[in-house]
């Protein structure tokens, strides 16, 4: 029943949310390109270690948006959950504005924790349910940083694989801040898209896709409406399985 009743809130506050931007007339388009990698290390059966490294530019004209460094540690918790803490280097060219040449960098460095749930639906169809709460500290003049506010996010994602080494990807997050400094955009932002993931092998592969990252500004009544293609390079590499053996084939 829970997770009927996530599905629902996701849904209901997604509407509401872009209800309330379209009713704004300050809504600025951009066209970007997210290029990833996504690395995961298997330590064992209960715990991995996940990296990311992403490059985020602007498509039209060409121009660094962001660049992303996260690192999670998972551990099962079983009956389909797990937790993770991780961290993330988050790198922002400022201003927003895909004209400007002349930019300055803004660092984050965002501690975050980790729940998330897979529910089987059938054979082929899975739900995936994350909750992540961001911990989000800005870089200072002196070089020192400060926290600013939390953010929540939950993302529900429905997986769909047809055949054993292609899944068809559709998912919808919201983005929530909380903190004292908040005062007109508590709801930060929706993303909603779907993509193509391609596993020619078991442990290697790339995921294809489009999605919409609709942000409201902190002025609360200007907002920024992304279209983001996304490219993925997937790549798992079993350290317990290669400890077990003595011939590990390398990619």
């Known amino acids: 029943m829970w997770k009927l009743k996530s599905i629902v809130y996701i849904a209901s506050l997604s509407i509401v949310f872009l209800a309330t931007a379209n009713a704004q007339k300050n809504v600025e388009k951009q066209h970007l390109l997210w290029t990833r990698y996504a690395l995961k290390l298997k330590l064992n059966d209960k715990y991995q270690i996940r990296q990311e490294i992403e490059e985020r530019t602007y498509r039209n004209p060409w121009r660094q948006h962001q660049f992303v460094l996260r690192t999670f540690a998972e551990r099962k918790l079983g009956k389909a959950w797990n937790a993770g803490l991780g961290i993330t ?38 739900l995936h349910h994350r ?10 003049s002196n070089s020192s940083f ?27 997050e919201i983005f929530i801040n909380i903190g004292g400094k908040i005062v007109q955009n508590v709801f930060d932002q929706n993303r ?60």
Do not use: C
């Open 89 to 126: 280097y988050f790198q922002q060219s400022l201003p927003n504005d895909p004209e400007i040449k002349d930019y300055t960098n803004q660092l984050e460095l965002r501690p975050q924790l980790e729940i998330a749930y897979l529910q089987t639906i059938s054979d082929k169809i899975k």
């Open 131 to 140: 909750y992540w709460s961001e911990f989000r500290f800005y870089e200072q």
């Open 146 to 172: 400060e926290y600013r506010n939390n953010r929540t996010r939950y993302k529900l994602e429905l997986r769909y694989s047809p055949i054993h080494n292609v899944t068809l990807l559709a998912f919808d």
């Open 192 to 251: 909603y898209g779907a993509s193509v993931q391609y596993m020619p092998i078991k442990n290697f592969g790339f995921e294809l896709g489009y999605f919409n990252w609709f942000q409201q500004q902190a002025t609360g009544v200007d907002f920024y409406k992304r279209d983001i293609i996304r490219f993925t390079i997937h790549h798992t590499i079993d350290l317990k399985k290669s400890k077990n053996t003595t011939h590990v084939r390398t990619i």
